[in-house]
Antibody, heavy 115, light 109 residues
């Protein structure tokens, strides 16, 4: 059974750093892209970026490039999304999903940034 | 930047047919994928590559893509179909490789 399991909810202060994770199982992790999606409170889905764990090819939505970093460790079948300096406007649920068409989704990670 | 336009809301009575549109330039050249999101849940893929259904998705869900519009059609709508629906395009050769539509709230009257 294909599963993407994300790390737990986080509460952070503005300016802090954060790295959340998404662990794949039930399939060959290295051969499928893994994407990240933001959903701000009460809003729609936003495509942030995507990585191919096999060769670390990364594509970003220009709106997010420079503020987040996407990475992956194929030895642990895990993809990551990280921030060096969080803002209050980063408060959202972040989902990971498999492949370019997002055929399987993680359960979401709630990130709350508040002073 | 590339944008996908969806109607904010669609309402339909149970048993009727709901059609949700997704518009974008040259959309016919791109594969469109549709996701259903119910409150408090992660999205679920219901149609991919314009008109294919993942296993486990009822045949009531279908898709088409022609001209400047892709369409998700839900036949014999049930109360459990009430959700937000998003179209998605993935084109790794583009400057904007992934784009979601703004989402459509389907209300079952």
């Amino acid at each position: 059974e294909v599963q993407l399991v994300q790390s737990g909810a986080e509460v952070k202060k503005p300016g802090e750093s954060l790295k959340i994770s998404c662990k794949g199982s039930g399939y060959t992790f290295a051969i499928y892209w893994v994407g990240w999606v933001r959903q701000m409170p009460g809003k729609g889905l936003e495509w942030m970026g995507i990585i191919h764990p096999g060769d670390s090819d990364i594509r970003y939505n220009p709106s997010f490039q420079g503020h987040v970093t996407i990475s992956a460790d194929k030895s642990t079948d895990t993809a990551f999304l990280q921030w060096n300096s969080l803002k209050a406007s980063d408060t959202a649920i972040y989902y990971c999903a498999r492949g370019g068409l997002f055929d399987y989704w993680g359960q979401g990670t709630l990130v709350t940034v508040s002073s | 930047s590339y944008g996908l336009t969806q109607p904010p809301s669609v309402s339909v009575a149970p048993g009727q047919t709901a059609k949700i549109s997704c518009g974008g330039d040259n959309i016919r050249e791109k594969g469109v994928h549709w996701h259903q999101q119910k409150p408090g849940q992660a999205p679920v893929l219901v149609v991919y590559d314009d008109s294919d259904r993942p296993s486990g998705i009822p045949e009531r869900f279908s898709g088409s893509n022609s001209g400047k519009m892709a369409t998700l059609t839900i036949s014999r709508v049930e109360a459990g179909d009430e959700a937000d629906y998003y179209c998605l395009i993935w084109d790794p050769s583009s400057d904007h490789p992934g784009v979601f539509g703004g989402g459509t709230k389907l209300t079952v009257l």
